[in-house]
């Protein structure tokens, strides 16, 4: 991995985007700790630490209410940053920098292949423009629809802002919402459980800022191209299984529990709402908490695989998981290669989903055991909760404003490793890679 050099310190691009990431956590945390940031006095550090954090891994948990207990001001920031977070802070760089027409250096090049989870630069810069006008029109158009329906609830003024303010919370699989604490009558969009407008509206902009830019763009030019890329195959292939299999079973689950009282389209939309949410979306318009158990551990099983590379979404990603499966099935039949769509895949490609998926369960499991130690909960409700943080998904089960504030770093440190990924992470912390000097004699282990 090529290293870059800035003021004499050379830094690899993992390094750079997690050092990134923290340079907008700590500007987020100076500013929602201001006065004009909260609307019933001062945030304390901690809480300003985790909003911030929260905001800029575009998780969606809150221990402040985002539309009671900030002010615009506020909620400004959390916009500005779940939006930079969303996209990336080197994509939104990047945007600066074509705006002022300046040319693209090679370093901003290589970071911008490592923020993208490209394996080459070719085209990097084009993908970009594509990235950065693609998301800005899905999110004006989500603006727009929601703004629309919202005049029928509130003021112009009032809907408009609030049309912005979903739309690319939505998108960029944020969680936040302005419509009440979780504790309240309307959590989140549960007023709007029934409505198809923005029901489907906020589907289509979670599916879309979830299958990751790289797949949006494949996605566009298929009519020029007529193929699509075996990338966007696996990623468009098993995010639709996983919805429409979440959706069965979330409505053979919930039928005569949360959906009973629904009329039949409700039901359907909030079946799939409920399904595609968990994977980073963050958005929910049933409370969590009324959910019967095996609800909520569906739920903590698709939050845990996640959305795809490259998107606004956490997790152990959807091509991870695919790889997995399509490991696992190889291994069963008996065959050598791992087969998806009649390409086959390296082995480093099996490792780094094995290494990926190990490094998150070993994180998931120790953050729960030591959050089932700091916090007076049942143990469904701190797994559901530390799998929410490490997926960004945002949901909770009513666990987040009542954390402790060991609880909350926590919270904090598993939201950001969910939003750089172990592998980045460890990536970024390991030493300088030497050249081996000699090779192991070869063993055999009997497994299974």
Known sequence: ???????????????????????????????????????????????????????????????????????????IVLLVLFQFGGLGFVTMATLVTLVLNRRISLKERL???????????????????????????????????????????????????????????????????????????????????????????????????????????????FRKRRRLTLHSKVVLSTSLILIAAGAAIFFWLEIYHTLKPLNPGGKVMASFLQALTPRSGGVTTIDIYKLRESTQFLIILLMFIGAAPGSTGGGIKLTTFALLIAAVYSRIRGREDVVLFRHRLSKENVYRAITMTLLSLLLVVCATMLLSITEQAGFLAVMFEAVSAFGTSGLTMGLTTELTTIGKLLIIILMFMGRTGPLTLAYALRPTKGKELYRHPEGHLMIG
């Open 111 to 221: 970071l911008l292949q490592e923020s993208m989870n490209q394996n080459s630069m070719q085209g990097i810069v084009r993908l970009i423009r594509r990235v950065l006008i693609y998301s800005l029109a899905i999110q004006l158009a989500g603006a727009s629809v929601l703004a629309l329906r919202f005049l029928e609830d509130m003021p112009a003024g009032k809907a408009i802002y609030y049309g912005i303010f979903h739309s690319i919370s939505i998108f960029n699989n944020a969680g936040f919402d302005l419509f009440g604490d979780v504790h309240g009558p309307f959590s989140g969009l549960t007023r709007y459980v029934e409505d198809p407008v923005v029901n489907i509206t906020a589907i289509l902009l979670i599916f879309l800022g979830g299958i990751g830019f790289i797949v949006l763009s494949d996605v566009v030019d």
């Open 1 to 75: 991995m090529a290293n870059l050099s800035y003021g004499g310190l050379r830094l690899t691009p993992p390094k750079i985007l997690s050092l990134g990431f923290i340079l907008l956590i700590a500007a987020g945390t100076v500013l929602l700790s201001l006065p004009i940031s909260s609307a019933h006095g001062r945030i304390s550090w901690i809480d300003a630490l985790f909003m911030a954090t929260s905001a800029t891994c575009v998780t969606g948990l809150a221990v402040v209410d985002t539309g009671t207990g900030l002010t615009t001001f506020g909620q």
